[in-house]
């Protein structure tokens, strides 16, 4: 599957944005997909994924009712809302995707083989 990160941009503090990661080649509806980021100077950190069949949730602590993972298959879509920024949400994005990735390691960013190229987003402040 071929994945495309959209959506960023430079808001202020306090702003919405919503990330899309559009795929091809294959359903997405049949692979776990997660969204993570990368700060200047730090490690790729996970954000939030959304598991295949029941389409459960799960969020870092950090973004935990600021941000919104959610599937539309028809579009072969996952999106990321993103409300509330703040200048510490800065950093690139990027969903990921895999078919195999289990419970324990949703949050790992080694369980997903399927990247897309990220997107910006910078929150001023």
């Known amino acids: 599957v071929q994945l495309q990160a959209f959506g960023g941009g430079l808001v202020q503090a306090g702003d919405s944005l919503r990330l899309s990661c559009v795929a091809s080649?294959?359903?997405?509806?049949?692979?776990?997909v997660g969204w993570f980021r990368q700060a200047p100077g730090k490690e790729r950190e996970f954000v939030a994924a959304?598991?295949?069949?029941?389409?459960?949730?799960y969020y870092a602590d950090s973004v935990k009712g600021r941000f919104t993972i959610s599937r539309d298959n028809a579009k072969n879509t996952v999106y990321l809302q993103m409300n509330s920024l703040k200048p510490e949400d800065t950093a690139v994005y990027y969903c990921?995707?895999?078919?195999?990735?289990?419970?324990?390691?949703?949050?790992?960013?080694?369980?997903?083989?399927?990247w897309g190229q990220g997107t910006q987003v910078t929150v001023s402040s």
């Open positions: 080649g294959r359903t997405l509806s049949t692979y776990v």
């Open positions: 959304v598991r295949r069949s029941q389409g459960t949730t």
């Open positions: 990921a995707a895999d078919m195999h990735t289990i419970l324990s390691a949703i949050r790992d960013i080694r369980a997903y083989d399927n």
